[in-house]
T-cell receptor, first 117, second 116 residues
Framework: GAVVSQHPSWVICKSGTSVKIECRSLDFQATTMFWYRQFPKQSLMLMATSNEGSKATYEQGVEKDKFLINHASLTLSTLTVTSAHPEDSSFYIC?????????????FGNGTRLTVT | QKEVEQDPGPLSVPEGAIVSLNCTYSNSAFQYFMWYRQYSRKGPELLMYTYSSGNKEDGRFTAQVDKSSKYISLFIRDSQPSDSATYLCAMSAIPDGSGNTGKLIFGQGTTLQVKP
């Protein structure tokens, strides 16, 4: 099956610093990747859609200057949390589809647990 | 009202029991239905994918979709302790330019605990 790899799996950073999270599709090319955020005991909240070679599309309420997304190749998308604050502490998960079809199911990475102190 | 409603549980059952997990939804345009399993501190794993109404079976798992009632179910037979996880339903509609974007809408997730 499709494999999506996410790195790091957990990170602790100090308030005010920036953190970069990588998402890779290991055995397929993904023109579109998605970034989600999940708080404890809550469902997944879509943050943005990452498009290879173009700007990401952010969901309403998500600060694009704070959550920088770069999709420089067909197998790699990165999410950078800039000037992190404790309220940014969360579980961030990326996903991708095997095809660009709207009905193609999502395959998720294993997530990155971010703790901002 | 949320587009997708899912009882968060937790649901606790003995090993070997049949488990029924359910979601209701309000958008009649949803046509693609998925169930994901998420272990603690891990990303969701796709379990079942169905289109429109009907049943789909895969091993101990059966997914049912009743579009007339806007209700989907996931049944787990002979449940095992390793099935203990959070189960998320998700669904999407064909993009139509009038509000349906094709993006996946997730339920809140039901936490299942299977006791040995």
């Amino acid at each position: 099956g499709a494999v999506v790899s996410q790195h790091p799996s957990w990170v602790i950073c100090k308030s005010g610093t920036s953190v970069k999270i990588e998402c890779r599709s290991l055995d397929f090319q993904a023109t579109t990747m998605f970034w989600y955020r999940q708080f404890p005991k809550q469902s997944l909240m879509l943050m943005a859609t990452s498009n290879e070679g173009s700007k990401a599309t952010y969901e309403q309420g998500v600060e694009k200057d704070k959550f920088l997304i770069n999709h420089a190749s067909l197998t790699l998308s990165t999410l950078t949390v800039t000037s992190a604050h404790p309220e940014d502490s969360s579980f961030y998960i990326c996903s991708a589809t095997l095809t660009d079809s709207y009905n193609s199911p999502l395959h998720f990475g294993n997530g990155t647990r971010l703790t901002v102190t | 009202q949320k587009e997708v409603e899912q009882d968060p549980g937790p649901l606790s059952v003995p090993e070997g029991a049949i488990v029924s997990l359910n979601c209701t939804y309000s958008n009649s345009a949803f046509q693609y239905f998925m169930w994901y399993r998420q272990y603690s501190r891990k990303g969701p794993e796709l379990l079942m994918y169905t289109y429109s109404s009907g049943n789909k079976e895969d091993g101990r798992f059966t997914a049912q979709v009743d579009k007339s009632s806007k209700y989907i179910s996931l049944f787990i037979r002979d449940s095992q302790p390793s099935d203990s996880a959070t189960y998320l339903c998700a669904m999407s509609a064909i993009p139509d330019g009038s509000g349906n974007t094709g993006k996946l809408i997730f339920g809140q997730g039901t936490t299942l605990q299977v006791k040995p």
